[in-house]
């Protein structure tokens, strides 16, 4: 009781503070520094068209190099909690229930779909809205509905660790070219930057994207897949 | 101006939502509940001409996030099941 009042003020004496400063400031009415840096000179130093991709995979790619890093580390210690469980029993649970057969049906047809959304956006990813880690999550959610439509089904961990291991690798070795190539590491101009707005365009973006749209595919994959397998122990 | 209600409509829900998902006893509903608050969140960013973080919210948030606590939650049930 006593708890919940002082959440409950807490939240009050919060809400007060953003009410005040909402009602006196406002949105603001110039960019700041920096962002009028991107916004000006964005479009012909990097080349591509959607400019959030611009800052998140060039301007502040070592950002997002250890971004992937953290989301690697967390796969990688989901799966070794969860596997040393999996040893002790890897029978197979019969309690399991089958999947309806609308889900089953919807599956088949519906999977093939998320997967070309998924990779549509990582590879767009440098013109439209999204990229690496959007399309790499719409590529495990494609997994999610195969699983959830066939709870007995085994997921071949080694293609995930290829694929995740490649697609590490690679971004690496694109970061060091940037090195050698170019001004900087993850620098995109290691490739010609093509034409403004074109599928081919803002140099090797587009080519960091796709490994980055795999590496996170493989990787939430990877976790999803390794909890689905703890659900088929003896009860 | 309908953007303008639309956005409060949502961060009402989003606040009602929100105390589903701590004070419900059902921990299926609070799941549900936090999965949607994520969904209206995605919805929100987008009004606020953020696209590219409404997509990453709508995938992850509301789509693997969810899944992610139901596959925990069938384990606990389980491991009590062993326990009891």
């Known amino acids: ?235 | 101006m309908i953007i303008t209600i639309i956005a409060l409509i949502l961060a009402l829900a989003i606040l009602l939502l929100a105390i589903i998902a701590v004070e419900n006893k059902k921990l299926v509903v609070a799941i549900i509940a936090a999965g949607v608050v994520s969904l209206f969140a995605s919805v929100l960013y987008l009004l606020l001409s953020a696209p590219d973080v409404a997509m990453t919210e709508a995938a992850i948030g509301s789509g693997l996030s969810t899944i992610i606590f139901f596959y925990v939650l069938n384990k606990i049930k389980k491991e009590r099941k062993d326990h009891a």
């Open chain 1, 1 to 235: 009781m006593l708890k919940k009042a002082f959440i409950f003020a807490l939240l009050f004496v919060i809400a007060v503070m953003l009410f005040k400063s909402y009602r006196f400031a406002g949105p603001d009415q110039h960019l700041n520094e920096v962002a009028t840096r991107y916004a000006e000179k964005g479009p012909q130093e990097v080349g591509a068209a959607n400019l959030v991709t611009a800052v998140i995979v060039t301007y502040r790619g070592l950002d997002t190099l250890g971004e992937v890093t953290i989301l690697f580390l967390a796969a990688s210690i989901i799966g070794f909690v969860l596997k040393i469980r999996n040893d002790e029993s890897t029978a197979y649970n019969p309690k399991i229930r089958k999947a309806s057969e609308i889900l089953a049906t919807a599956a088949t047809v519906i999977t093939p779909l998320i997967f070309l959304f998924g990779i549509y956006v990582f590879i767009n990813g440098h013109l439209t809205p999204g990229g690496g880690f959007q399309g790499g999550a719409i590529l495990a959610s494609a997994l999610v509905l195969m699983l959830l439509a066939n709870p007995v089904k085994k997921v071949n961990h080694r293609i995930i660790s290829v694929v995740e291991s490649i697609s590490g690798f690679s971004f690496i070795i694109l970061g060091i070219l940037g090195l050698l190539l170019a001004s900087g590491f993850l620098d995109n101009t290691i490739i010609g930057l093509g034409d403004f707005g074109e599928l081919i365009s803002a140099g090797a973006i587009p080519i960091i994207y796709i490994f980055i749209g795999l590496k996170v595919g493989s990787e939430l994959s990877g976790i999803v897949s390794n909890l689905q397998e703890t659900q088929k122990e003896e009860i």
